[in-house]
């Protein structure tokens, strides 16, 4: 059975299309890195200018909190970048849309939603098939 036959449209077309959307996805992350790594150096200029002591300073601790939430956030979208480059890759070879616990199609709407999905529900909800 061709990989692409029941969970990735028929044909180039189909396959350029779900490029498009990987791409689209890689392009929304990367701004939203952009975004943050903003976000971040200005906590950390905001931080330079004042004589922050996070134990005694009142205000401290909120600020260590928003360093610690958006390199957090960072960190998420830049796994997420990965993923959307890993399934950019399965694309490539073939295989995207095939679940990597079971070998099942992942179903269509759960690839529009999470188009670097790597498993099936079932799967990724640890329940058997």
């Known amino acids: 059975m061709n990989a692409f036959s029941s969970h990735v449209p028929a044909g180039a077309d189909g396959r350029a299309a779900v490029r498009e959307r990987l791409l689209a996805e890689r392009g929304g992350t990367e701004a939203r ?74 179903p269509p709407g759960r690839l529009e939603v999470r188009p670097a999905a790597t498993t099936c529900v079932s799967c990724a909800a640890g329940a058997p098939h």
């Open 33 to 106: 890195i952009s975004a943050l790594l903003g976000d971040f150096d200005g906590i950390v200029e905001a931080n330079a200018l004042v004589a922050v002591d996070d134990e005694h300073d009142p205000e401290g601790a909120s600020t260590a909190f928003e360093r610690a939430h958006v390199a957090s956030l960072l960190a998420q979208a830049r796994s997420h970048l990965g993923e959307v480059d890993r399934a950019l890759e399965r694309l490539r070879r073939g295989d995207y849309g095939r679940c990597e616990g079971c070998g099942e199609p992942i």
